[in-house]
């Protein structure tokens, strides 16, 4: 049996305790990036998997491929205490990880639909359990999933909006407490 399915929140009250798990987080987008840097500073080991080497050098020199200077303090610090790594080698780090988060943006298709083909291939790749955390209750995601998170922001005009993007951080940051509890 697997560290994972030892979890047990004894094991992650203390940030030492929480030094002994390494999370993968697939996708250094905004969502994703913020996600690692919430999970890194509660303590856990982050490896950062992006398909672009680009975004990849960037973060391991300690920098960030936003603007955001607060993102570049989280990354620089914990790239020098060698908690939050960078790859483009999803195998590799899914292997080396207890748990695996994917942070994947999606973009539209010609017929302005959601088109979730990169999720499902990296998904497909690690043969991983499907968390959707989404505000469309029947959206194709929400189907293909093995379970839903629901944000429930309200209707959405657009498939890109900001208070669907907020819903999915906090939703992140609870998870990540959940896992720091």
Same mark, same amino acid.
């Given at each position: 049996?697997?560290?994972?399915?030892?979890?047990?929140?004894?094991?992650?009250?203390?940030?030492?305790?929480?030094?002994?798990?390494?999370?993968?987080?697939?996708?250094?987008?905004?969502?994703?990036?913020?996600?690692?840097?919430?999970?890194?500073?509660?303590?856990?080991?982050?490896?950062?998997?992006?398909?672009?080497?680009?975004?990849?050098?960037?973060?391991?020199?300690?920098?960030? !491929?936003?603007?955001?200077?607060?993102?570049?303090?989280? /990354?620089?610090?914990?790239?020098?205490?060698?908690?939050?790594?960078?790859?483009?080698?999803?195998?590799?780090?899914?292997?080396?990880?207890?748990?695996?988060?994917? #942070?994947?943006?999606?973009?539209?298709?010609?017929?302005?639909? !959601?088109?979730?083909?990169?999720?499902?291939?990296?998904?497909?790749?690690?043969?991983?359990?499907?968390?959707?955390?989404?505000?469309?209750?029947?959206?194709?995601?929400?189907?293909?999933?093995?379970?839903?998170?629901?944000?429930? %922001?309200? !209707?959405?005009? #657009?498939?890109?909006?900001?208070? %669907?993007? /907020? #819903?999915?951080?906090?939703?992140?940051?609870?998870?990540?407490?959940?896992? %720091?509890?």
């Amino acid at each position: 049996m697997s560290k994972v399915m030892k979890l047990a929140g004894k094991i992650l009250e203390s940030r030492e305790n929480r030094r002994e798990f390494t999370i993968c987080i697939v996708g250094c987008g905004r969502t994703g990036l913020v996600t690692a840097c919430l999970f890194v500073e509660a303590g856990f080991n982050v490896i950062a998997v992006d398909s672009s080497s680009h975004i990849v050098h960037i973060l391991k020199t300690g920098k960030s !491929p936003f603007t955001e200077s607060d993102l570049r303090k989280f /990354i620089s610090k914990h790239v020098k205490n060698n908690r939050f790594k960078a790859t483009t080698n999803l195998r590799k780090a899914v292997s080396e990880s207890d748990v695996i988060v994917f #942070g994947i943006q999606t973009s539209l298709d010609k017929k302005r639909k !959601p088109d979730y083909s990169r999720l499902e291939k990296a998904c497909k790749e690690v043969g991983s359990h499907v968390l959707a955390i989404t505000n469309v209750k029947g959206s194709t995601i929400s189907r293909e999933a093995d379970s839903v998170m629901y944000i429930k %922001a309200g !209707p959405e005009i #657009g498939v890109a909006t900001t208070k %669907a993007f /907020i #819903g999915q951080l906090i939703s992140l940051y609870i998870l990540s407490l959940c896992f %720091a509890l």
